[in-house]
T-cell receptor, first 113, second 108 residues
Framework: DSGVTQTPKHLITATGQRVTLRCSPRSGDLSVYWYQQSLDQGLQFLIQYYNGEERAKGNILERFSAQQFPDLHSELNLSSLELGDSALYFC????????????FGSGTQLSVL | GQNIDQPTEMTATEGAIVQINCTYQTSGFNGLFWYQQHAGEAPTFLSYNVLDGLEEKGRFSSFLSRSKGYSYLLLKELQMKDSASYLCAVSVTDKLIFGTGTRLQVFP
């Protein structure tokens, strides 16, 4: 158990809908990272927050947004969903803000039908 | 741009040794990580190299050459449970970039 909690584990929804994925980092970690992993694709970095502020951005679509709250948990919002958004979404956390050793949650499997 | 290359698939026999290579071309370099990921599960940390040389940790070792943009993960005394994907990841200025991973299958 990495100590990073992600909910829900599975999410099935329809095209055009909006969903929210939730992540609680390990106790003491200030950074939260979001990654997308599609079938046969590597982990694609989406966005990083450190202590409530956006720190780095990757290939995140404009339909996607995220935030980190004062209690350090984070939410990833995906809107106007398309079939191609079906993927495993991982959250990871670390102590600092410099992409050192990351601890990953068990992921949310999103299926868009 | 950022580019990390790993072989897509490898196979090996139980008890053998396997070496998984990773080459990278990135703007900036703060270190190189190896993660293990079983199908449908979260990646788990294996090793971290920031200086040139070999880091050994039990059955797993990782090597880095910064001048060549090259790393390898060496797995000894392979076990069936080592069947997984192995992800090479490079820490650049503000993010951790992953390669597409090498799927290793260990056969009896």
């Amino acid at each position: 158990d990495s100590g990073v909690t992600q909910t829900p584990k599975h999410l099935i929804t329809a095209t055009g809908q909006r969903v929210t994925l939730r992540c609680s980092p390990r106790s003491g970690d200030l950074s939260v990272y979001w990654y997308q992993q599609s079938l046969d694709q590597g982990l694609q970095f989406l966005i990083q927050y450190y202590n409530g502020e956006e720190r780095a951005k990757g290939n995140i679509l404009e339909r996607f947004s995220a935030q980190q709250f004062p209690d350090l948990h984070s939410e990833l919002n995906l809107s106007s969903l398309e079939l191609g958004d079906s993927a495993l979404y991982f959250c990871a956390s670390s102590v600092g803000d410099r992409s050192e050793k990351l601890f990953f949650g068990s992921g949310t499997q999103l299926s868009v039908l | 741009g950022q580019n990390i290359d790993q072989p897509t698939e490898m196979t090996a026999t139980e008890g053998a040794i396997v070496q998984i290579n990773c080459t990278y071309q990135t703007s900036g370099f703060n270190g190189l990580f190896w993660y293990q990921q079983h199908a449908g599960e979260a990646p788990t940390f294996l090793s971290y190299n920031v200086l040139d040389g070999l880091e050994e940790k039990g059955r797993f070792s990782s090597f880095l050459s910064r001048s060549k943009g090259y790393s390898y993960l060496l797995l000894k005394e392979l076990q069936m449970k080592d069947s997984a994907s192995y992800l090479c990841a490079v820490s650049v200025t503000d993010k951790l970039i992953f390669g597409t991973g090498t799927r290793l299958q260990v056969f009896p």
